[in-house]
């Protein structure tokens, strides 16, 4: 079955640099995207950006341009999230989703499906 | 950037219908994807593209969409229905995916 298991919880300490992947298993990795999405305590869902494991495009949110990189390991079947500088506000659980959907002639449908277990990132002094 | 709006909490007795809307400025022209979290775990995808639903999700979650609200309804609302949901879109004016703010379902 399709499956993304992510790496385990991390503790860091404020301007550090944490990195999380997302092993996947069960389908071509290859044919797929991978987005990163994080959730702090008690809040909603917030959209990190969106990796292609077919030719490593990444397309990052606006808030995190500069302080984010995604990337793919295509020999492990492994996408990497690393985010630098880290502040109070990055702690989250962050979870990785295999991008599906489709194309047509002018746009582009995609939803996320499955999602990983979450990692718990803590930034703390 | 574009923004999707939900009611924070919906409660509903079992048995019951529950309608969960997502408002955005013509979201009828989008897709709209909604996700299910429970406490503790990771989404799980309910509807996608509007009214479809994955293989293993209950005929009991089905979707529509149109001007400037889409809804998720769970028929016959069960325990196991008590959870967060979100809809989510593509907004191609910022070429991000955007999260509605979540609404709380609640089975009385």
């Known amino acids: 079955q399709v499956q993304l298991v992510q790496s385990g919880a991390e503790v860091k300490k404020p301007g550090a640099s944490v990195k999380v992947s997302c092993k996947a298993s069960?389908?071509?990795?290859?044919?797929?995207?991978i987005s990163w999405v994080r959730q702090a305590p008690g809040q909603g869902l917030e959209w990190m950006g969106w990796?292609?494991?077919?030719?490593?495009?990444?397309n990052y949110a606006q808030k995190l341009q500069g302080r984010v990189t995604m990337t793919t390991d295509t020999s492990t079947s492994t996408a990497y999230m690393e985010l630098r500088s880290l502040r109070s506000d990055d702690t989250a659980v962050y979870y990785c989703?295999?991008?599906?959907?489709?194309?047509?002639?002018?746009?582009?449908?995609?939803?996320?499906?499955?999602w990983g277990q979450g990692t718990l990132v803590t930034v703390s002094s | 950037s574009y923004v999707l709006t939900q009611p924070p909490s919906v409660s509903v007795a079992p048995g019951q219908t529950a309608r969960i809307t997502c408002g955005g400025n013509n979201i009828g022209s989008k897709s709209v994807h909604w996700y299910q979290q429970k406490p503790g775990q990771a989404p799980v995808l309910v509807v996608y593209d509007d009214s479809d639903r994955p293989s293993g999700i209950p005929e009991r979650f089905s979707g529509s969409n149109s001007g400037n609200t889409a809804t998720l309804t769970i028929s016959r609302v069960e325990a196991g229905d008590e959870a967060d949901y979100y809809c989510q879109v593509w907004d191609s004016s910022s070429d991000h995916y955007v999260f509605g703010t979540g609404t709380k379902v609640t089975v009385l």
């Open positions: 069960g389908y071509t990795f290859t044919s797929y995207g």
């Open positions: 989703a295999r991008v599906m959907g489709y194309c047509s002639s002018t746009s582009c449908v995609n939803w996320f499906d499955p």
């Open positions: 990796i292609s494991a077919y030719n490593g495009n990444t």
